[in-house]
């Protein structure tokens, strides 16, 4: 089974659609040991795909619209938060103690981004609030990985020992998620069908999410990559933090365009949100799982107040299992998991060329929602998705060896089958049934899917969506918004 045939069959897509996309592939795009640029096809194309099948569904329409997914495209989304220019500016992706760091017997990896968690590393390592990079490696060369790893946990920040393929295997949690399938899907209630509008056929561009209210409650990648597809699809998404927990400027920034952003205090609050859940087509929640119970997010309670709503839902770990209330980001699950292992040289650690756990991830929640969406068309009901960075890590692990580079697009992409014809273009019967797809070239970079634009925020550089069906839309609708500038109240 092809990859993108696996996502679209865990999504419970119709086994015929995955004919109607295209790739591109492009030799040199997110190389690595693993097979990165299949996966991240995969999770780009199901999810265009999905929202490919809305369209039709709400138009009227019997045939899908055709997809077409470019590598390089893909490859410019998939590292996002690397592109982003504002106002000439890089973002620096990782604070000074956020690394790789050598142990007495290994290696163990941090995340500090946040200050909490920075905080929360030096109280477990009993260093002073101001201790240096060096203060740390001295400390943590001191102890085993797995005795930093159990020490960080334990004062609530985040820190994972380097595990081998065999390592994480052999890991309770790892059998866990490896019982799980890679998108959990299920129904919630049986409430009427809530009938999307029809749209118009022909209207430009399609929007197969337009009137549809997502409420994000999500933070980091993962979840906001997924609302940030939907709000590229039409969807009026209103991202909701906490006050007193911002989130960093410029990762903001990137996973912000096309939403709204709001404050909302939910423990002072709850009036304004019922308000807001009163008439939500779509909740998305990214916290580690349990964390949001507490205010009666749990997708059984949300789902007992919104008949018909649609719950989806991403975490590091899975929400199950030893490590199933842990906290957790992409750089922490490959270290995990023994991609990190597998990706570095014989004497440390490494790292995939992207953090495609989180994106692919991503865009793989959107395409679930996309695909409760047209299920709940045809015979109502709440759903839930559920996804896990682990269980993709555990795809990834999984997958057969990358293509050779030197043969892109002539049996070399088992990721998709060839049967359209452009990025705008109507479907045709170019390619017979188990093609590969067009060879595109060697990839020369990101240029040509990026853009520009100006916003409150300042004048910013950014990569283009990947997304591209007959018909679609090209760019978001809006630039983002500075955290919390909004009103919490849906447009």
Same mark, same amino acid.
């Given at each position: 089974?092809?990859?993108?045939?696996?996502?679209?069959?865990?999504?419970?897509?119709?086994?015929?659609?995955?004919?109607?996309?295209?790739?591109?592939?492009?030799?040199?795009?997110?190389?690595?040991?693993?097979?990165?640029?299949?996966?991240?096809?995969?999770?780009?194309?199901?999810?265009?795909?999905?929202?490919?099948?809305?369209?039709?569904?709400?138009?009227?329409?019997?045939?899908?619209?055709?997809?077409?997914? *470019?590598?390089?495209?893909?490859?410019?989304?998939?590292?996002?938060?690397?592109?982003l220019l504002v106002d000439g500016r890089a973002p620096v992706p990782f604070a000074p103690l956020s690394r790789f760091w050598r142990t007495a017997d290994g290696w163990v990896r941090t995340h500090a981004n946040y200050p909490h968690h920075r905080a929360r590393l030096l109280t477990a390592l009993e260093l002073p609030e101001n201790a240096s990079p060096e203060d740390v490696a001295a400390r943590v060369a001191e102890r085993t990985a797995v005795a930093v790893e159990d020490a960080v946990h334990a004062a609530g920040g985040l820190a994972v020992a380097l595990r081998s393929p065999e390592a994480w295997a052999a890991h309770e949690q790892a059998a866990e998620v490896a019982a799980r399938?890679?998108?959990?899907?299920?129904?919630?209630?049986?409430?009427?069908?809530?009938?999307?509008?029809?749209?118009?056929?022909?209207?430009?561009?399609?929007?197969?999410?337009?009137?549809?209210?997502?409420?994000?409650?999500?933070?980091?990648?993962?979840?906001?990559?997924?609302?940030?597809?939907?709000?590229?699809?039409?969807? *009026?998404?209103?991202?909701?933090?906490?006050?007193?927990?911002?989130?960093?400027?410029?990762?903001?920034?990137?996973?912000?365009?096309?939403?709204?952003?709001?404050?909302?205090?939910?423990?002072?609050?709850?009036?304004?949100?019922?308000?807001?859940?009163?008439?939500?087509?779509?909740?998305?929640?990214?916290?580690?799982?349990?964390?949001?119970?507490?205010?009666?997010?749990?997708?059984?309670?949300?789902?007992?107040?919104?008949?018909?709503?649609?719950?989806?839902?991403?975490?590091?770990?899975?929400?199950?299992?030893?490590?199933?209330?842990?906290?957790?980001?992409?750089?922490?699950?490959?270290?995990?998991?023994?991609?990190?292992?597998?990706?570095?040289?014989?004497?440390?650690?490494?790292?995939?060329?992207?953090?495609?756990?989180?994106?692919?991830?991503?865009?793989?929640?959107?395409?679930?929602?996309?695909?409760?969406?047209?299920?709940?068309?045809?015979?109502?009901?709440?759903?839930?998705?559920?996804?896990?960075?682990?269980?993709?890590?555990? @795809?990834?692990?999984?997958?057969?060896?990358?293509?050779?580079?030197?043969?892109?697009?002539?049996?070399?992409?088992?990721?998709?089958?060839?049967?359209?014809?452009?990025?705008?273009?109507?479907?045709?019967?170019?390619?017979?049934?188990?093609?590969?797809?067009?060879?595109?070239?060697?990839?020369?970079?990101?240029?040509? @899917?990026?853009?520009?634009? *100006?916003?409150?925020?300042?004048?910013?550089?950014?990569?283009?969506?990947?997304?591209?069906?007959?018909?679609?839309?090209? *760019?978001?609708?809006?630039?983002?918004?500075?955290?919390?500038?909004?009103?919490?109240?849906?447009?």
């Amino acid at each position: 089974m092809t990859s993108i045939n696996y996502a679209w069959s865990v999504l419970g897509g119709d086994p015929a659609l995955p004919a109607r996309v295209t790739t591109v592939a492009r030799a040199g795009t997110l190389p690595a040991r693993l097979p990165v640029r299949r996966l991240a096809r995969a999770c780009v194309g199901a999810c265009a795909l999905a929202a490919a099948e809305l369209g039709a569904r709400r138009t009227g329409t019997a045939q899908v619209p055709a997809v077409r997914v *470019d590598d390089a495209a893909v490859a410019a989304a998939f590292t996002s938060e690397r592109r982003l220019l504002v106002d000439g500016r890089a973002p620096v992706p990782f604070a000074p103690l956020s690394r790789f760091w050598r142990t007495a017997d290994g290696w163990v990896r941090t995340h500090a981004n946040y200050p909490h968690h920075r905080a929360r590393l030096l109280t477990a390592l009993e260093l002073p609030e101001n201790a240096s990079p060096e203060d740390v490696a001295a400390r943590v060369a001191e102890r085993t990985a797995v005795a930093v790893e159990d020490a960080v946990h334990a004062a609530g920040g985040l820190a994972v020992a380097l595990r081998s393929p065999e390592a994480w295997a052999a890991h309770e949690q790892a059998a866990e998620v490896a019982a799980r399938p890679l998108v959990e899907r299920g129904r919630l209630d049986g409430a009427d069908a809530r009938v999307l509008a029809p749209l118009a056929a022909g209207t430009a561009p399609l929007l197969p999410a337009a009137g549809v209210r997502v409420l994000d409650l999500t933070r980091v990648l993962a979840g906001p990559v997924a609302t940030r597809t939907l709000a590229l699809l039409g969807a *009026d998404v209103l991202r909701l933090d906490a006050p007193w927990l911002p989130e960093l400027p410029d990762q903001h920034a990137d996973t912000g365009f096309g939403k709204r952003s709001a404050r909302l205090d939910l423990t002072t609050d709850r009036a304004a949100f019922e308000e807001l859940l009163a008439s939500a087509d779509v909740v998305v929640t990214g916290y580690r799982p349990g964390a949001l119970d507490r205010f009666g997010l749990a997708p059984e309670a949300l789902a007992e107040r919104r008949p018909g709503l649609v719950v989806a839902q991403v975490s590091a770990w899975g929400g199950y299992g030893p490590w199933g209330g842990r906290r957790g980001f992409d750089s922490l699950v490959q270290a995990a998991t023994g991609i990190a292992w597998t990706e570095g040289p014989a004497d440390r650690p490494g790292a995939l060329p992207a953090q495609a756990l989180d994106h692919g991830s991503g865009y793989l929640l959107a395409a679930g929602v996309l695909r409760a969406l047209t299920e709940q068309s045809y015979d109502g009901g709440g759903r839930f998705v559920r996804l896990a960075l682990a269980r993709t890590a555990r @795809w990834l692990m999984a997958e057969p060896e990358p293509e050779p580079e030197s043969q892109p697009g002539a049996g070399a992409d088992e990721a998709v089958q060839a049967c359209g014809t452009g990025a705008a273009g109507a479907a045709g019967a170019a390619g017979a049934a188990g093609a590969a797809g067009a060879a595109g070239g060697a990839h020369e970079g990101p240029d040509d @899917w990026l853009a520009e634009t *100006d916003s409150a925020l300042g004048r910013l550089r950014y990569a283009r969506p990947p997304l591209s069906f007959a018909g679609g839309p090209a *760019d978001w609708a809006r630039p983002p918004a500075p955290w919390g500038s909004d009103a919490a109240r849906w447009a």
